[in-house]
């Protein structure tokens, strides 16, 4: 690896990144998956521990990567820590600062041996199966830049996952597209890419994963669904976006089933995880409790898939799809509701 980054032009490739995927995850996960891999920790252990229901009215938006997130006191978003809220994993949205030099701070981390997590739109993007066809905001790992050769090296978990060059006008295209609105994606079209990044840092080695230390997760999580402290969070949380969703549904609101999807897939895919952990856990410590939590879990993961896609065919007509709305709202209203108790009841035990 040659590195000189006071060089306009110079070549800089890392090892390439592990892939990590799992089916209901989207590349938000995926790709953070890939920088605590690199790290030397476990991803699932991380991403796998926390576990919420939180939605935040106004604030979902049209990208594959949306996940809500309340804005710190310092005014910024980390999505590291609300992915991982027992954990010190971190995370900054940047941009380049020189438009005149838009791949220093690419340099920089690449040279540190850090992988980069960047916005783009999978429309200019050759290995993604929407390649000129549809507009859509995704995440990558970019792992290498060779401008000598004027390629971007990339990873993507994503299926058909991906890793390897990619020419650098390209990759300028998909990661400064405007994504426009495009009627083939209602979900993550029409949100501006502007070349954003993802610096993630994970500030503390995590310590060994055992019964004591997953027992405090737990209750921790149990205590989040349960105590009511916003509006927005927990069963009462799931209620009231779920009778919301409804009844924008019968006013026949498209706008409710555009955010449904993006919002959803946060959801589905951090209980996916979290129910994976517990279950693997539970196996392993020979606690059935804890993997029959697991399972209750990732009950409330598949039952998000009947709400969202129900959501995504009933676009064109809101109204027409509101009962089935409601009835896979009722669903999954009852999958918290076990999983909870069961989580309560398996972190009692550790």
């Not at 390439?16 to 590349?27: A, K, V």
């Amino acid at each position: 690896m040659t590195v000189d980054v006071r060089a306009r032009t110079y070549t800089i490739i890392g090892p390439e990144p592990e892939w990590w995927y799992r089916d209901l995850i989207s590349c938000l996960q995926a790709t953070f998956g890939s920088v605590l891999a690199r790290a030397g920790t476990d991803p699932l252990s991380v991403l796998g521990a926390g576990w919420r229901f939180l939605h935040l009215p106004g604030d979902v938006r049209p990208e594959e990567f949306y996940y809500p997130c309340p804005v710190g006191a310092s005014g910024e978003i980390d999505l590291g820590s609300a992915l991982a809220p027992h954990h010190e994993l971190h995370s900054r949205w940047w941009q380049p600062a020189d438009e005149d030099d838009v791949w220093r701070e690419v340099r920089e981390t690449l040279a540190a041996d850090r992988l980069v997590i960047a916005a783009v739109d999978n429309f200019h993007l050759p290995f993604r199966p929407a390649y000129g066809d549809v507009h859509a905001a995704h995440l990558v790992v970019v792992y290498g830049l060779d401008e000598t050769r004027g390629v971007v090296y990339v990873s993507d978990a994503m299926p058909p996952a991906f890793r390897g060059a990619v020419p650098i006008e390209e990759f300028l295209r998909s990661w400064g597209s405007a994504n426009p609105t495009d009627v083939k994606d209602a979900f993550f079209s029409d949100s501006r890419i502007g070349r954003r990044c993802l610096d993630v840092r994970l500030d503390a080695t995590p310590a060994p994963l055992t019964p004591e230390l997953l027992g405090g997760f737990l209750r921790t999580n149990v205590e989040a669904f349960t105590t009511v402290t916003v509006a927005s969070t927990g069963l009462a949380g799931f209620n009231a976006f779920a009778a919301e969703l409804v009844e924008r549904c019968r006013a026949a609101d498209a706008g409710a089933l555009r955010e449904l999807y993006p919002f959803g897939w946060g959801m589905q895919a951090q209980a996916s995880l979290h129910g994976e952990l517990l279950r693997n856990c539970g196996r392993q410590w020979g606690d059935p409790a804890l993997a029959g939590a697991g399972r209750a879990v990732e009950a409330v993961a598949h039952a998000w898939t009947g709400l969202r896609f129900t959501g995504a065919h009933g676009l064109e007509d809101p109204r027409a799809v509101a009962a089935d709305i409601a009835h896979h709202a009722t669903v999954l209203h009852g999958k918290y509701e076990c999983a909870v108790d069961a989580v309560g009841a398996a972190a009692a035990r550790l």
